[in-house]
């Protein structure tokens, strides 16, 4: 938090973790709810593989005996045995994929069912500190990318590792020095590899980084498109695009100038082994240590020896890949939920309406004090008008009552009570709060304003529509409230918005309502027309408003004049008027700028 | 379905151009090294023959040394150059296809950007994002790997039949007997698996739709408490995409069986074949062997099958949504013979009987009915009216977002149909409703419309839009980045900031629509102020619901239901008793109206 800066489509993500594969460790805890499944799944794969195994036998028994007998009784019935043996390796194998498609799918499904989750609780800060478009990439694309390697992958790992068990184990008992050649390529390939794996690392790193500004950056200009196209900009823009566009592409070179170098490694080695073999085995020969069919043994197992190998070093390859993926996916479980419910939290009981700040201090960075000692108490039912010059601290004084931030020092309390102490939940289900930024969410008009009570009636939806005078406007939209309102409300005006998500507020029945500029687009008639049913809402209600046409907040039970981070004046509008203050300057200004 | 005017592959091979040829050399390359990959076999298994396993192996090794020396240096020579020629092959694919990626992608965004509101009003940011990543993705791997696949298994079938053929025409026509029932099996899959995939593109694009919102409006979210509502939701959208893939690998997996056990039939057709002819004499156990061989050659291609035709309709499926924008056309483009360089505008505005209404909304009636007047060069004119009456939609038509359907827009007496967008967008600044801010430094943000502006300049409409005195109490002043949509910016100064942006390019027009809304009543007196000392002409057009804002206005335009119906200056229109003098009334409060009057 010391060095805190946002960051932007222009600057990577840094992620300062060596590489190691604890993120796969970690990563078990994903597997081992399948670890059953994914067992019985490699059990069956031993098992189909072992019995195949069984075919190069039966063809070499067809081969050595029934042809050259002429038996023909005998050809039939090892092929009808090597049909039995790949039907079974075939009905084992689909199994296993069956089984696999469903753990891998789920596996997909549980880590982004977890992100999401875990992204719910992360609060304002974590959504203001980067481009949205770099955390939903990692919602969307690198959770599909690192599936396959968690489930089929990792079996592949450990079927593969037992091959090569049996294999060195089969080696070894036919001829230990002939072994010891074809293992000689071991320490090769491990320098290779690791050679290989730092680089590679980097790059898929840089490749993770390169698209994830690339998603930053697209994401902001599809929804900043208009700006775009009313600056002119386009050309502008497109250049910086093919510039990220670029370093996605260039990122992705580098990296698989590594990868696929993989395979054609381990590939060329195992040649250079296998003539080793032949070479050192001729040598050997001379000194009538060893049998011909020997080297042919060796040199076969040599084959299946390096087979394995080659598909580790496949494998390989994609974990590395992905782990840069996974580890940005670790990164996001791992943000810290600063905003979080206290661990012995109870529920808020049903609050009814006293407010009280005790000595709050409260800053976004530390040593910017935003708000500074600031104490007041509002009686349950009162309505406050918080007043004052823009940036003074108006709107973080009612995210505070949310606590949408913790506060850095003092107390929030609502009827006596810490909110800190209580769920978020059941807090925040009490307050009805209404942004600056009114968010449609694309859906129905009626979706939207259901939003804020799930099983509200068509009825009640009308009925809060009618108080913010929102229905006319929505009867008027060809299907009335099944219109569907395309994506941050596009086709509706930013007043029209604001009513819609007044109407949302009002339905949720809040016992605090916090009104943060709520009605700046709305013109006047409508608002005074709102007004009138706001009045009979707020009866009973504490309310917070926050508003600059001071004709809307005079009657409330109290104003706040707020300016740097402080409340300067507090009374009713009477009050202030009289003490001819702030409040007094800014009314007449207002009334003179007017007449 | 929409149809475009090029075939899927057509298109890909157009977009291929300028590295066709390295692509052939690569397809090329792919058919060498199989080649190799299939003679290789051929040099070692004659050394254990010749000089490891046959009865005149010693004697052979004695005498032959030299040959023997050669028969391993041509097999690690020949793997030698099949590896690197893998490599460069594999390196030339992704090469291509990544060229093909960089320019489809960049041609989107730039189509994406110069689209009309009608299509980001039909594609969601979601959606728009899975195209131009994931769907694009698809066609990447289609270049990269498909295509690969597709030779490769070509090259290792049609190599081993010919050679099959000219061995023993009657065993190789045995075996290759089953290719029939495997294509059969394919086109069955691929009939199955097709829809599945277009479902699949559509899933994950509502799965991204689903987050993207979820992150854009995590306000709201939070403000209601709806974290569970939102999760319970996304598991749907989650769950939907992942049984979706379910069912697709699935499909696969029903038909797998049936290829898998072709696959292998063919050394059981050659036991059975081959042996009895074997035992009848017509073939000699060389040529078994020989066949037994290479029959991993015809098999292995037989079990791709799968995943080629797989992810064959996922490109399918993918490109067709890349196509959709890749061929897009927005209704408002430039004109085929525009103005040439009409240079900066005097800045006169004229409405002329123009009525609009969006194309697809059967609604009772357009949106705007027989708007006419006049904005003169310089003069600043105020347009007020309810909630939803029209009046964004009006100044809309002038940068031409929308063109209206009768009547026109002129600038300088010139429709501005027959300017190109960018010269009449160049000229005008707009600062929105819905203020929207990049990840961007403060100072990025106001030079947004021009990049080559000097900090001095920056500094000087901050200054005007009264945004200087807040920008230089943060914590890096200028150098400050905002969040995305300006996160950490109240609504004022978000508004103040927008301001300055339109500022910025000393637009000749300056259209500001309802920008003081959130601004507090002294500072927006000081923007009136400077924007009446502004150093360069510019006609104002003004949205704006407070009297304070539209009282000093040359003109005052009020709209009801689309009409004008009261224009004048303000105390022409208090005069009226209309709509103006209520509005007045009410503003000040209607005690305080009494007082004074």
């Not at chain 1, 073999?277 to 240590?289: A, E, K, M, R, V």
């Not at chain 1, 709520?518 to 409508?526: G, K, L």
Request: with cysteine; charged share 20%; aromatic share 10%.
């Amino acid at each position: 938090m010391a060095d805190h800066r946002r960051n932007t489509y222009k600057e990577d993500e840094i992620l300062e973790e060596p590489f190691d594969f604890k993120h796969l460790l970690r990563a078990s805890v994903y597997i081992k709810k399948y670890a059953g499944k994914m067992l019985f799944a490699m059990t069956l794969s031993g098992i189909g593989g072992a019995v195949g195994l069984l075919a190069p036998m039966i063809n070499q028994q067809a081969l050595d005996i029934a042809i050259p007998n002429k038996d023909k009784d005998m050809l039939f019935r090892l092929v009808i045995f090597l049909v039995i043996i790949y039907v079974t390796s075939v009905i084992f194998a689909t199994i296993r994929s069956r089984i696999m498609v469903k753990v891998s799918q789920n596996i997909i499904f549980d880590i982004r069912t977890d992100i999401f989750a875990h992204l719910q609780k992360l609060p304002f800060q974590y959504y203001d500190d980067r481009p949205h478009g770099k955390i939903l990439i990692r919602v969307v694309n690198y959770v599909n990318s690192v599936s396959d390697m968690l489930s089929n992958g990792l079996i592949n790992v450990i079927l593969e590792i037992f091959n090569l068990i049996f294999i060195i184990i089969f080696m070894f008992i036919v001829d230990v020095k002939l072994s010891l050649v074809v293992m000689a390529g071991v320490p090769v390939l491990f320098v290779f590899m690791m050679w290989i794996k730092n680089r590679q690392r980097k790059a898929w790193q840089a490749v993770s980084n390169k698209n994830s500004n690339l998603n930053a950056y697209l994401q902001e200009n599809i929804v900043g498109a208009r700006i775009t196209q009313i600056f002119a900009r386009e050309d502008e823009n497109a250049d910086i695009f093919q510039v990220l566009s670029e370093r996605c592409r260039k990122s992705w070179m580098k990296a698989v100038e590594y990868s696929n170098l993989v395979w054609p490694g381990i590939d060329g080695i195992s040649v250079f082994v296998r003539a080793a073999i032949y070479f050192t085995g001729l040598l050997i020969i001379g000194q009538g240590n060893v049998t011909l069919g020997t080297i042919v043994a060796v040199s076969s197992y040599a084959a299946r020896f390096w087979q394995p190998i080659m598909n580790l070093g496949n494998i390989f390859n994609n974990f590395i890949n992905n782990i840069a993926y996974l580890e940005r996916i670790f990164e996001t479980l791992d943000e810290p939920v600063t905003v979080d419910d206290a661990p012995d939290a109870g529920d808020m009981p049903p609050i009814r309406g006293k407010v009280t700040f005790e000595n709050v201090t409260f800053a976004y960075e530390p040593g910017k004090n935003v708000l500074k000692n600031v104490s007041f108490t509002v009686e349950p039912g009162e309505s406050v008008a918080l007043v004052g010059p823009t940036g003074a601290g108006k709107s973080t004084i009612v995210n505070l009552i949310s606590r949408f931030y913790n506060v850095t020092e003092g107390r929030v309390l609502i009827d006596d009570q810490d909110i800190s102490q209580v769920t978020l939940h059941s807090l925040r289900s009490q307050m009805g709060i209404m942004l600056q930024d009114s968010f449609i969410f694309s859906g129905t008009i009626e979706d939207n304003i259901r939003y804020g009570k799930l099983d509200a009636s068509r009825d009640e939806i009308v009925r809060a529509s009618q108080t913010v005078c929102a229905n006319d406007f929505i009867m008027r939209m060809p299907d009335g409230y099944s219109t569907e309102v395309k994506e941050r409300g596009s086709l509706l005006s930013q007043g029209q918005k604001q009513l819609i998500s007044f109407a949302r507020t009002l339905l949720s029945d809040p016992a605090i309502l916090v009104l943060d500029e709520a009605t700046s687009s709305i013109d006047v008639q409508t608002e005074r027309n709102l007004q009138q049913g706001l009045n009979a809402m707020l009866k009973g209600r504490t309310s917070f408003i926050i508003a600059h046409r001071l004709s809307t907040i005079k009657n409330c039970d109290k104003i706040m004049y707020i300016d740097d981070g402080g409340i300067v004046e507090c009374g009713t509008h009477e009050e202030l008027m009289a003490k001819k203050g702030f409040y007094y300057k800014l009314y007449t200004a207002q009334m003179e700028n007017i007449a | 379905m929409k149809t475009f005017p090029k075939t899927k592959l057509a298109w890909l091979w157009e977009q291929m151009e300028g590295c066709r040829f390295i692509y052939i050399l690569g397809i090329f390359g792919t058919v060498v090294y199989n080649g190799l990959q299939l003679t290789i076999p051929h040099f070692s298994s004659k050394i254990v023959d010749n000089f490891l396993s046959g009865e005149e192996a010693a004697a052979n090794l004695a005498n032959h040394r030299d040959q023997f020396l050669m028969l391993l240096g041509a097999m690690i020579g020949l793997t030698l150059l099949r590896v690197v020629i893998v490599y460069f092959v594999c390196m030339d694919f992704e090469m291509v296809s990544q060229k093909v990626l960089f320019r489809v992608r960049n041609y989107l965004f730039n189509k994406i950007e110069r689209q009309d509101m009608k299509f980001y009003a039909t594609y969601r940011t979601g959606d728009l994002m899975t195209r131009v990543t994931g769907d694009l993705d698809a066609v990447r791997h289609m270049v990269a790997w498909v295509v690969r696949m597709i030779t490769e298994a070509c090259a290792l079938v049609g190599a081993t039949s010919i050679y099959f053929f000219i061995m023993d025409w009657r065993l190789a026509l045995a075996l290759v007997a089953i290719g029939p029932v495997i294509l059969f099996v394919i086109i069955l899959f691929k009939k199955q698996v097709a829809p599945l995939h277009k479902l699949l593109r559509e899933k994950l694009a509502q799965l991204n739709t689903d987050a993207q919102e979820n992150i854009s409006g995590n306000r709201v979210v939070k403000a209601f408490a709806r974290e569970d509502y939102e999760i319970e939701k996304f598991d749907r959208c989650n769950k939907d995409y992942s049984q979706t893939n379910q069912k697709t690998a699935l499909t696969w997996i029903t038909y797998f069986p049936f290829i898998e056990t072709a696959a292998n039939l063919l050394p059981v057709v050659l036991l059975v074949v081959g042996g009895l002819f074997l035992i009848n004499d017509q073939l000699t156990m060389g040529q078994f062997v020989a066949f037994s061989g290479l029959t991993w050659a015809i098999a292995n291609p037989m079990r791709q099958l799968g995943s080629i035709m797989n992810e064959f309709q996922r490109f399918d499926a993918a490109s067709y949504k890349v196509m959709e924008i890749y061929y897009s056309q927005p209704s408002i483009h430039d004109p085929e013979d525009p103005v040439p360089h009409p240079g900066r505008f005097e800045g006169k505005v004229e409405f002329k009987n123009v009525s609009f209404e969006y194309q697809d909304d059967e609604a009772d009636g357009p949106i705007l009915r027989n708007i006419s007047f006049t904005a003169n060069p310089g003069e600043t004119i105020a347009i007020m009216g309810e909630t939803g009456c029209g009046k964004t939609t009006l100044i809309q038509l002038i940068p031409r977002f929308y063109d209206p359907y009768e009547g026109e827009v002129l600038i300088d007496g010139i429709n501005v149909k027959r300017f190109t967008l960018k010269e009449l967008r160049k000229n005008i600044g707009l600062a929105t409703q819905d203020v929207l801010l990049y990840s961007d430094t403060i100072d990025g943000n106001i030079a947004y419309g021009d990049s080559s502006l000097s900090s001095e300049n920056v500094t000087k409409y901050a200054r005007y839009s009264a945004a200087s005195e807040f920008i230089a109490k943060m914590p890096e002043g200028y150098d400050t980045i905002v969040g995305e949509r300006g996160v950490g910016l109240s609504g004022g100064q978000k508004q103040r900031i927008s301001l300055a942006r339109a500022l910025a390019i000393r637009p000749s027009i300056l259209i500001l629509d309802d920008t003081t809304s959130a601004v507090d009543l002294e500072t927006e007196k000081h923007i009136q102020d400077s924007l009446k000392h502004l150093d360069f002409p510019c006609t104002k057009i003004i949205i704006a619901q407070r009297i304070s804002t539209t009282k000093n206005a040359d003109k005052i335009l009020i709209l009801e239901n689309g009409r004008i119906t009261e224009a004048g200056t303000h105390e022409e229109l208090i005069a009226k008793h209309g709509y103006y003098y209520e509005a007045v009334q009410l503003q000040m409060g209607a005690e305080e109206a009494e007082r004074r009057a």
